[in-house]
């Protein structure tokens, strides 16, 4: 059974930074997409950041130059780096794998972790 595990989240005031980890286990394939999608109390899942096995990277608009994704492709790992960090940046964040290069819609979600930024 494929697992997601998200680890990092927390509490940080307005300017500070975060780094999220997730850590796939429970499959012998490498996934070609990673990322992170975001979901704040009554808005819509948005996509952040996704990370292809062949080292490609998108962001979406509102954390281009904050966010920085990486992955470490032998260990089925991603990380998101997210720094100058905003309230409007407080949401659940979703580790997400997907067996396609797009990320779009992702085969596999891991259980979230919240991100609070304070004022």
């Known amino acids: 059974q494929v697992q997601l595990v998200e680890s990092g989240g927390g509490l940080v005031q307005a300017g500070g930074s975060l780094r999220l980890s997730c850590a796939a286990s429970g499959t012998i394939f490498r996934f070609n997409a990673m990322g992170w999608y975001r979901q704040a109390p009554g808005k819509q899942r948005e996509l952040v950041a996704t990370a292809t096995s062949g080292g490609r990277t998108n962001y979406a608009d509102s954390v281009k130059g904050r966010f920085a994704i990486s992955r470490d492709n032998a260990k089925n790992t991603v990380y998101m780096q997210m720094n100058s960090l905003q309230p409007e940046d407080t949401a659940v964040y979703y580790c997400?794998?997907?067996?396609?290069?797009?990320?779009?819609?992702?085969?596999?979600w891991g259980q979230g972790t919240q991100v609070t930024v304070s004022s």
């Open positions: 997400t794998g997907d067996r396609t290069n797009s990320n779009i819609n992702p085969d596999y």
